[in-house]
């Protein structure tokens, strides 16, 4: 049963503390989303990556959020410092992306609380 | 103007009707349209998809797009308690690889 896999789901920590997200694909898909969800905003996409490279973070705060992907395996996310206005519900999705279709799976996600 | 607008609800409806959530997007370009069903506390899931203008059936679910008029649709027949849940509309504009997603609207089946 081919999943995105998210790690931690739950994640409780104090402001000023670093946070990482860990996201490991479907196998065989070659773009990773990041998105993060309240009630307020929705879904809002943070940034995306196509085979390992990054294609578009403007979604981010870039003074204290970092995505990267090490492998074709594992995403991650980090926040530091984290604020108390990130918490929120992160979640990463992945497809394979070509022609017409644009079909996006998404993890259970990472519930973050920042104290 | 949000890129793609739907109401938020809630929408109720009884068990055994037909529920009809509806979506408008703002870019003509736009060329694929999804629609998610997320359960309370739970991720996104795709429960159909679309690009042609027309109808498209699935089950006891249909969409519905209308290029012309920038509007597509989710019927569901027969609506059943389980599908209680937030339907989200997405959008994919032309040549790009990302999504754009609706606030959703939540939708409560009453028996």
């Given at each position: 049963?081919a999943?995105v896999?998210?790690?931690p789901?739950h994640k409780?920590t104090?402001?000023?503390?670093e946070v990482?997200?860990?996201c490991?694909?479907?196998?065989?898909h070659?773009?990773?989303?990041?998105?993060?969800?309240?009630m307020?905003?929705g879904?809002?996409?943070l940034?995306?990556?196509?085979n390992?490279?990054p294609l578009?973070?403007?979604?981010?705060?870039k003074d204290?959020?970092?995505a990267e992907m090490?492998?074709?395996t594992l995403?991650t996310l980090?926040?530091?410092p984290?604020?108390p206005r990130?918490?929120?519900?992160y979640f990463?999705?992945?497809?394979?992306?070509?022609?017409?279709?644009?079909i996006?799976?998404f993890?259970?996600?990472?519930?973050?609380?920042v104290l | 103007q949000k890129e793609?607008?739907?109401?938020?609800?809630?929408l109720?409806?009884?068990?055994g009707?037909?529920a009809s959530?509806n979506c408008?997007y703002?870019d003509?370009?736009s060329?694929?349209f999804?629609w998610?069903?997320?359960?309370s506390?739970?991720?996104?899931?795709?429960?159909m998809?679309i690009?042609?203008?027309?109808d498209?059936?699935d089950?006891?679910?249909t969409?519905?797009?209308?290029?012309?008029s920038?509007?597509v649709s989710l019927?569901?027949?027969d609506?059943q308690?389980?599908d209680?849940a937030?339907?989200?509309?997405?959008?994919?504009?032309?040549?790009a690889?990302?999504l754009?997603f609706?606030?959703g609207?939540?939708?409560?089946?009453?028996?």
């Amino acid at each position: 049963d081919a999943r995105v896999t998210q790690t931690p789901r739950h994640k409780v920590t104090e402001m000023g503390q670093e946070v990482t997200m860990r996201c490991q694909p479907i196998l065989g898909h070659n773009t990773v989303f990041w998105y993060r969800q309240t009630m307020m905003q929705g879904l809002e996409l943070l940034a995306y990556f196509r085979n390992r490279a990054p294609l578009d973070d403007s979604g981010m705060p870039k003074d204290r959020f970092s995505a990267e992907m090490p492998d074709a395996t594992l995403a991650t996310l980090k926040i530091q410092p984290s604020e108390p206005r990130d918490s929120a519900v992160y979640f990463c999705a992945s497809g394979l992306l070509g022609g017409r279709l644009n079909i996006q799976y998404f993890g259970a996600g990472t519930r973050l609380s920042v104290l | 103007q949000k890129e793609v607008e739907q109401n938020s609800g809630p929408l109720s409806v009884p068990e055994g009707a037909i529920a009809s959530l509806n979506c408008t997007y703002s870019d003509r370009g736009s060329q694929s349209f999804f629609w998610y069903r997320q359960y309370s506390g739970k991720s996104p899931e795709l429960i159909m998809f679309i690009y042609s203008n027309g109808d498209k059936e699935d089950g006891r679910f249909t969409a519905q797009l209308n290029k012309a008029s920038q509007y597509v649709s989710l019927l569901i027949r027969d609506s059943q308690p389980s599908d209680s849940a937030t339907y989200l509309c997405a959008v994919r504009r032309q040549g790009a690889q990302k999504l754009v997603f609706g606030q959703g609207t939540r939708l409560t089946i009453n028996p």
